[in-house]
């Protein structure tokens, strides 16, 4: 099972709506699908070109890791690695990726970037639930973890 483009599209609209109304900097907006590639891209009016790598990174992380990038990243602290331990070059850290998990198995993950480290993390728990209460409605009963 994987997430479907329609969705991701609504809820990625949704989003960057809210974002719009709530004045603060523009964002983009990923959507992975379970093993890490891209299934939409939204970068606002006005988010820097560079965010479209860090976003999509986001939520390649945290499909391929099945954990929040957060997560990683205190992975990374406590066990003293480094990104390049992973020999993968499109991993990041950063927080504001989350994984989409059906049951057990990862189905996708969206990642956030444009602002704070913690505005990414909470606008991208935004993004997953919008995703999910729609995945839902069709008679699924999808998660993220934290």
């Given at each position: 099972m994987?997430?479907?483009?329609m969705?991701?599209?609504?809820?990625?609209?949704q989003?960057?709506?809210?974002?719009?109304?709530?004045?603060?900097?523009?964002?983009c907006?990923?959507?992975?699908?379970?093993?890490?590639?891209l299934?939409?891209?939204?970068?606002?009016?006005?988010?820097?070109?560079?965010?479209?790598?860090?976003?999509?990174?986001?939520a390649?992380?945290?499909?391929?890791?099945?954990?929040?990038?957060?997560?990683?990243?205190?992975?990374?602290?406590?066990?003293?690695?480094?990104?390049?331990?992973?020999l993968?070059?499109?991993?990041?850290s950063?927080?504001?990726?989350?994984?989409?998990?059906?049951?057990?198995?990862?189905?996708?993950?969206?990642?956030v970037?444009?602002?704070?480290?913690?505005?990414?993390?909470?606008?991208?728990?935004y993004?997953?639930?919008?995703?999910?209460?729609?995945?839902?409605?069709?008679?699924?009963?999808p998660?993220t973890?934290?």
């Open positions: 994987s997430v479907s483009s969705i991701v599209a609504k809820a990625c609209q989003l960057a709506e809210r974002v719009q109304r709530d004045g603060g900097m523009p964002v907006l990923a959507a992975v699908d379970h093993a890490g590639a299934i939409h891209l939204h970068r606002m009016d006005g988010a820097p070109e560079r965010l479209i790598s860090i976003a999509t990174g986001k390649y992380t945290a499909a391929r890791m099945r954990v929040s990038t957060a997560m990683f990243r205190q992975r990374l602290l406590n066990e003293q690695l480094s990104l390049a331990d992973f993968d070059e499109k991993f990041t950063l927080p504001g990726g989350l994984p989409l998990f059906d049951q057990e198995l990862v189905i996708g993950a969206v990642g970037s444009g602002r704070t480290l913690e505005e990414d993390e909470r606008l991208c728990q993004f997953a639930e919008g995703i999910l209460s729609e995945v839902s409605h069709n008679g699924n009963t998660s973890t934290e």
